[in-house]
């Protein structure tokens, strides 16, 4: 008595089929989804890598600078090797940030090489009225080294904010 229930109510191919073309524009649909959904997240983490990437060489340019203002201040005076180290270390500025941050760093070497020039003069017996002269001009150098240290901090933050990654 239960056996002629079973057939009735047992699927076939044929039932099946008409279901088959809705079924697999579905499952296209959601691979398609899918494919774009992988193909957005890996454009987000390759900005965020292109992102980390500047950061990492803007923060080497960055810290060349603070290491040739700590070199000024520590020395109180400069070399042209010095002068030419910093060119060499901060030479990809100028495709790395804005174009203030190149100026302000040539400012640096021209003050650099300020001191570097005050110091000869100082230490290569320089006449008295001119002495005087120098040495204000090389004391007001170095204070304008010691200042750089907040101001580069400025100058340099909207390039190495690194709370705008997104």
């Known amino acids: 008595?239960?056996?002629?229930?079973?057939?009735?109510?047992?699927?076939?191919?044929?039932?099946?089929?008409?279901?088959?073309?809705?079924?697999?524009?579905?499952?296209?649909?959601?691979?398609?989804?899918?494919?774009?959904?992988?193909?957005?997240?890996?454009?987000?983490?390759?900005?965020?890598?292109?992102?980390?990437?500047?950061?990492?060489?803007?923060?080497?340019?960055?810290?060349?600078?603070?290491?040739?203002?700590s070199l000024a201040l520590r020395e109180g005076k400069m070399s042209f090797e010095d002068g030419l180290s910093f060119l060499r270390e901060t030479n990809e500025a100028e495709f790395l940030f804005g174009p203030e941050i190149p100026e302000y760093l040539n400012l640096a070497f021209t003050k650099g090489n300020d001191l570097e020039r005050c110091h000869r003069q100082i230490s290569g017996g320089v006449v008295s009225d001119d002495r005087h002269r120098v040495i204000e001009e090389s004391t007001a150098l170095m204070k304008w080294f010691s200042d750089q240290y907040n101001v580069a901090q400025e100058r340099f933050r909207k390039y190495l904010n690194l709370t705008k990654l997104e």
């Open 1 to 69: 008595m239960v056996e002629g229930s079973e057939a009735e109510n047992a699927m076939t191919a044929n039932d099946i089929l008409p279901y088959v073309p809705s079924l697999t524009a579905l499952l296209t649909a959601g691979i398609g989804v899918g494919v774009w959904y992988l193909g957005y997240l890996q454009h987000k983490t390759n900005a965020l890598r292109l992102k980390h990437e500047l950061f990492e060489r803007q923060y080497k340019v960055y810290v060349s600078f603070k290491q040739f203002i």
